[in-house]
């Protein structure tokens, strides 16, 4: 008796994506949208990382995706297909930002070489800031403008292993660099942001929000 | 071990990791101790990672789900099995019915009939002189005293009558009726040795 749509939904079940993936090798096709469904937000923010465009990211994740379910058969199955998927939306990223890349500047961040030492530029005590700030959409759009100031292959790694908790080979195998790359990046860009949020630098910004009384400023 | 600013600052992000070996860590442990400068990186690198990972961080445009799943519709190869399977199931069921007729017409009569007056009835003489109602289902021999509506009853042969698609009646007739049934059994015998063993 063939497994229904249901059945691989129970709750608790762990997903059989192998499974999955062969009956949509056998023409099932809907079951295309059950599978990609736990990496749609990936696939946004892989695109995201790259293209800095909500409206350029989102077109090239539905692009990405697209392009996953037509070479589905390609698949091997020794990889993860969540890393196979995430490669395809880099890859079409990429593709996307190259043809742009005539018209968009680099910011300086990114014109540092990754080889060599990044030396933190603030020192002073480290003020937390708290996750519930994280309400704020003030805050949201700091932390926002301060990741988009990265250089890209900072910004990829970092979004892809810090933000969506790829694991550091999958984000090596997602964005094709070496896993001692990917660990490079990804120390300067958490210097580097943890710099331009230290208040006594870019951070300073953190000090003009204002707080009610009797609550801690970060 | 001891390890100074800069080696900390190197290894700071796979300290986060847990990816340094044990002398490490415990080297760097104790330089976080005595070095505020350091502890406020680490302090800083662990806020960082714990922000930007909260799911608030990542905003998922309205809608985005929906019209992915709308471009993978209309970039998916459209379902044919609806007409195509119609189809298929039509041609499949003329063959079948065309096949079933084309078996009716190659078998002896005798293995087709249903009924044993039918089966019988093929052994009345063709000729022989029967009457039957003509909006009736039975035809009879002239003078059966189950004959009903006398008056609209019509002349003809047996073999028109069988054609007609008139059954005997099973008083009347009853000789030829019994003599069939057992030919008609051993017909059906015969026939169905033949089927087995063609030589």
Known sequence: ?218 | MVVRCEEVWREVSNYLEGEVDPRMRAAMEEHFRGCKHCTAVLDGARNVIQLYGDERMLEVPLGFSQRLHRRLEEGMPRRRGNALGWMMALGFAALVLLSFEVGNSSRPSVLDLRSDMARSGIHIPADLAVVAVSDGKIFHVPGCRFIHDKDKLQTMTAGEAMREGYAPCVRCLKKYLSEGQILGQKEAQTARLEEEDPE
């Open chain 1, 1 to 218: 008796m063939p497994e229904t749509t249901a059945s691989l939904k129970n709750a608790g079940e762990p997903r059989n994506e192998e499974a999955l993936i062969r009956r949509i090798r056998e023409g099932e096709q809907e079951l295309f949208y059950e599978l990609i469904r736990p990496y749609e937000r990936r696939v946004f923010a892989a695109t995201l990382a790259i293209l800095r465009n909500e409206a350029d990211a989102e077109d090239a994740a539905q692009e990405a995706v697209l392009k996953a379910f037509k070479h589905i058969r390609q698949f091997r199955a020794e990889a993860r297909f969540s890393t196979w998927l995430i490669q395809i939306a880099v890859n079409e990223a990429r593709m996307r930002r190259r043809k742009q890349q005539a018209v968009v500047m680099e910011p300086m961040v990114d014109q540092r070489d990754d080889e060599g030492d990044y030396t933190p530029r603030d020192f002073a005590d480290w003020r937390e800031i708290p996750s519930e700030t994280l309400e704020r959409a003030e805050v949201r759009q700091k932390l926002a403008e301060a990741l988009s100031s990265l250089g890209q292959k900072y910004r990829e790694v970092f979004i892809l292993r810090d933000m969506q908790q790829l694991s550091i080979e999958d984000t090596a195998k997602a964005l094709g660099i070496s896993v001692p790359s990917v660990k490079t990046r990804l120390l300067r860009a958490r210097l580097m942001l943890r710099d331009l949020l230290a208040p006594g630098l870019g951070g300073s910004w953190s000090k003009a929000l204002s707080f009610a009384k009797g609550n801690k400023p970060w």
